[in-house]
């Protein structure tokens, strides 16, 4: 165990080496783009004064790296600053839109992984079969349509044409949880379908990629179901390439929502992010960046360490 | 005589204006092209309209587009379409845009000025108060108008006031504005959405910080960007605010806006998809207002670089556009014809008898002969971010100057940063105009000699001497006069070729009315829908 502890401590570590590389080339990445926040908050309506007064207002005039530096300065003792916008702190700022855009995720994410992985081990259980074709053909469908036209279909018949739920997916803390599920079921219904099938075929490749071993031959010669072959003696072994392809699909369900929020107008973090690049709000860019880094750096993190665990001869090196 | 002087189809139109599926402007159209006077027409509307009574109770669920996050309540930054619905809301204005698009009372129950209309004193109204229970005072108006005056005002409305000398207090309930040179539209600013009045504190600063108000509603909750739920302010100064509760819900997304309109999540919505307008009128369950506002697309051209320094190119390329396919193609027949002087018949002091400039090719290539400059090749800067449409339409401008032997070379700009690296930048691009309330606003704004806007670098004495009279005169007739000839001036030296002025569309469900009088200043009703509509029971 004290191998997987100083793997976790290692890959941590790499880990703040990405973040801190990773919010250089966002700070400079805001630089670049053309106009600057003193103008984008004014809008057309502003004077020349104005903007210099504002910008000096938000500390504007100071060069690049100065200003960097004082944003890292502030961001190591846990102090993200304050939205140059609105003056909040970006921690109040993005909070409970992340909490939303984590509820939404894991409500997506508690769905699409059983459902992936039992349809996985199903399909790979019945493959070349009419079920296995269709189960294929459906999944690979919903992930090449784009999300917001999937979330569009799904209005048009859960919303529109059957009223079964709503078009709007507006949650409140007033709302009771079931309510709030109810609310949010049709953009989680989205993002299932748009991850399952990378699950799904990934748990079918792997197992049939190992009923050609030897000692699953044995296993059926000496008389095991054909179920129970693939469930107990298959898909223990496979399990690391699914556990990557999970890790993998859950970052995305974080970080690749902005749009689905959009059409079901969920107040997720997405649409923060895109607020404040439109507004060059740099310190609450920089905060939603750096929150999507880290998910993908502790989701293959997470990833690497249960496929370790799952496999004993990486548990127990000689 | 047309075939629709039918009784039959007068009354269809009666029914349909009691039912309120036609605006007033509308209705007087057909009713004269139907061969009635408009005092007749406009009698027959009083008596259809009368009938709608406004009833008291319900709460409205608003659907408005252009919510960002970043939004506050600081008046001075107030920007996105979300937060001027709220504005108009919940806080209050000196002076307002009524439903006939005159000026009237909000704050102020009355104003006057010295005949050279240097001072003005404005009254404020004495049962108006603030949430909080404090009344509206002098010093509140004082305090609200100095966060956007000074050097160091970070307000994009500074310009606005920037004329303003001082601002005095003449009792608890009377100022004076000072002015360095005469306005005669000093009243008309104040409805600008910057404007609001807050309360003030102690140390004359402006307290805006709190979302205090004086407007129709009180917020009870609000999350910039996502929505806000407010409730009557019982002892609101003004006649209205009929439903008993408000909730504005920002839908950025159109379909998401219209498919809540559709399912009836929400009772009305702003800013309607053009495309899909025709598809949304079938609804039984849906109305539309459809209303001609002061917004302009404009096209201003350098007039001191050539080829743009020949007037007779710039009557040239102004001459080779067919307004009216780009009005049928692009905006879907919501949009007024422009005549190339910005000053749309939304507005004020509008003059009715100026002939409206054809789609001419021929007389464009006589032009450019006459100054040498056949087969003129110009280019035209524009992006999607403009308004929906900008490209299509430019390539279509392109496509009808052909005709005229122009090489239009469309130039598709990045929509980021349009209006810091392209306009006033480029000799020629593409821009939209929010509405403005008065001809001299919009004028100097953009078309006076010195403006730091003047997109078209345009230089006209004659223009600039009547600019500076009509401002400071009080008599309407002359100054109409004086505005007329100015438009004449824009129209045949000008730079700017101005296509179209946009119409405000928006939909509401039928359980919505209204008078089918719209103010032209916002979309739904000048952004007062909240204490102008009600729910038919």
Same mark, same amino acid.
């Given at each position: ?8 401590? %290692? ?15 966002? !700070? ?119 999300? !917001?036209?999937?979330?569009?279909? #799904? ?33 989680? #219904? ?31 010669? %000496?008389?095991?179901?054909?179920? %129970? ?49 439109? %507004? ?39 | ?57 319900? @709460? ?8 960002? @996050? ?19 809301? $919940? ?99 104040? @409805? ?166 054809? $789609? ?82 919009? $004028? ?38 004086? $505005? ?54």
């Amino acid at each position: 165990m004290n191998d997987v502890l100083s793997i976790i401590v %290692k890959r941590l570590g790499l880990g703040l080496v990405t973040l801190l590389i990773i919010s250089i080339l966002i !700070f400079f990445a805001v630089e670049l783009l053309p106009g600057d926040i003193a103008q984008a908050v004014l809008g057309m309506g502003a004077t020349e004064e104005n903007l210099a007064a504002l910008r000096e207002r938000m500390g504007l005039n100071d060069p690049a790296p100065v200003r960097y530096l004082d944003w890292l300065a502030g961001a190591v003792t846990g102090d993200f600053g304050v939205s140059l916008v609105t003056g909040e702190s970006v921690a109040s700022r993005i909070g409970p839109r992340f909490v939303n855009t984590l509820f939404l995720a894991s409500y997506a994410a508690v769905i699409a992984v059983p459902v992936a992985i039992i349809l996985g081990v199903i399909v790979a259980l019945l493959r070349e079969s009419i079920f296995d074709r269709v189960a294929n053909v459906v999944t690979l469908t919903f992930i090449s349509s784009p999300e !917001f036209f999937l979330g569009y279909i #799904l209005i048009l018949y859960f919303a529109v044409q059957t009223g079964w739920f709503p078009s709007l997916a507006r949650i409140d803390d007033g709302m009771s949880f079931l309510e709030v599920l109810e609310r949010t079921f049709l953009p989680a #219904l989205t993002m299932v379908l748009v991850v399952t099938a990378h699950m799904m075929r990934m748990t079918r490749a792997s197992i049939i990629n190992l009923l050609a071993s030897p000692y699953i031959e044995m296993a059926r010669l %000496k008389g095991v179901p054909a179920w %129970k072959v693939i469930v107990k003696h298959a898909l223990p072994n496979a399990w690391a390439p699914i556990i990557n392809v999970v890790a993998l699909n859950l970052a995305y369900l974080i970080t690749g929502v902005v749009l689905v929020e959009v059409v079901f107008v969920y107040p997720g973090i997405g649409q923060t992010l895109v607020d404040a690049v439109s %507004k060059r709000d740099f310190p609450v860019v920089q905060a939603c960046c750096l929150i999507f880094a880290a998910t993908f750096i502790l989701l293959n993190l997470a990833a690497d360490i249960g496929a370790i665990l799952t496999n004993p001869r990486l548990r127990h090196p000689k | 005589m047309t075939k629709s002087t039918t009784p039959e189809s007068m009354e269809r139109l009666v029914e349909a204006a009691k039912r309120g599926r036609v605006s007033r402007r509308a209705f007087m159209n057909y009713a004269m092209a139907a061969g009635i006077t408009s005092t007749t027409a406009s009698g027959l509307w009083t008596t259809t309209a009368a009938q709608a009574a406004p009833q008291k109770g319900g @709460t409205f669920r608003l659907g408005t587009h252009d919510g960002n @996050t970043s939004d506050s309540h600081d008046p001075g930054t107030y920007l996105s379409f979300s937060i001027i619905q709220l504005a108009h809301t $919940y806080r209050s204005y000196l002076t307002l845009i009524t439903p006939e698009n005159d000026l009237g009372p909000d704050i102020a129950e009355s104003w006057e000025a010295t005949p050279d209309a240097k001072n003005w004193t404005f009254k404020i109204n004495k049962n108006a108060s603030f949430h909080s229970g404090k009344p509206v005072t002098a010093d509140d108006v004082i305090a609200s108008m100095n966060l956007h005056r000074g050097e160091d005002s970070t307000s994009a409305a500074t310009a606005l006031l920037k004329d303003v000398d001082d601002i005095v207090k003449d009792d608890e309930h009377t100022v004076t504005f000072k002015l360095a040179s005469g306005n005669a539209d000093l009243p008309w600013l104040m @409805t600008d959405y910057h404007l609001a009045i807050v309360p003030g504190n102690e140390d004359g600063s402006a307290n805006w910080q709190s979302g205090d108000g004086s407007g129709p509603y009180k917020i009870v909750d609000n999350q910039f960007g996502v929505g806000a739920q407010l409730v009557r302010h019982e002892g609101w100064h003004l006649e209205g605010a009929y439903f008993d509760a408000v909730e504005l819900v920002v839908l950025n997304d159109p379909n998401a806006r219209q498919t809540a309109l559709v399912t009836g999540d929400v009772d009305a919505v702003t800013q309607l998809e053009l495309k899909t307008l025709s598809l949304l009128q079938r609804s039984p369950d849906i109305e539309i207002d459809n209303v001609p506002s002061a917004a302009a697309i404009t096209m201003p051209m350098f007039c001191d670089q050539a080829p743009f320094d020949n007037v007779d190119v710039r009557n040239a390329l102004k001459l080779s556009l067919n307004r009216q396919e780009i009005i049928d193609k692009i905006a879907f027949g919501t949009a007024t014809m422009a005549n190339d002087f910005h000053h749309s018949p939304a507005m004020p002091y509008w003059p009715d008898d100026i002939e409206q400039r054809p $789609y001419d090719p021929d007389q464009a290539k006589s032009l450019l002969k006459k100054a040498g400059a056949e087969g003129l090749s110009v280019s035209l800067s524009t992006a999607d971010s403009v308004f929906s449409g900008a490209v299509d339409m430019c390539v279509l401008y392109a496509e009808h100057a052909k005709a005229a032997g122009i090489d239009i070379k469309v130039q598709r700009e990045p929509n980021d940063g349009y209006y810091s690296d392209v306009w006033l930048k480029k000799p020629w691009c593409t821009v939209q105009w929010g509405a403005r309330p008065t001809p001299d606003v919009m $004028y100097s704004l953009a078309y006076k000699d010195d403006a730091a806007w003047n997109e078209s670098h345009w230089q006209n004495e004659r223009f600039n001497v009547l600019l500076r009279q009509a401002k400071s005169e009080l008599d309407q007739d002359k100054r109409a006069e004086m $505005y007329r000839e100015m438009a004449i001036l824009a129209k045949d030296d000008g730079g700017t070729v101005i296509p179209m002025f946009t119409n405000f569309v928006y939909a509401r469900r039928s359980n919505v009315k209204h008078t089918g009088k719209l103010a032209a200043s916002w979309q739904c009703d000048g952004a007062r829908a909240c204490s102008r509509w009600w729910f038919e029971s």
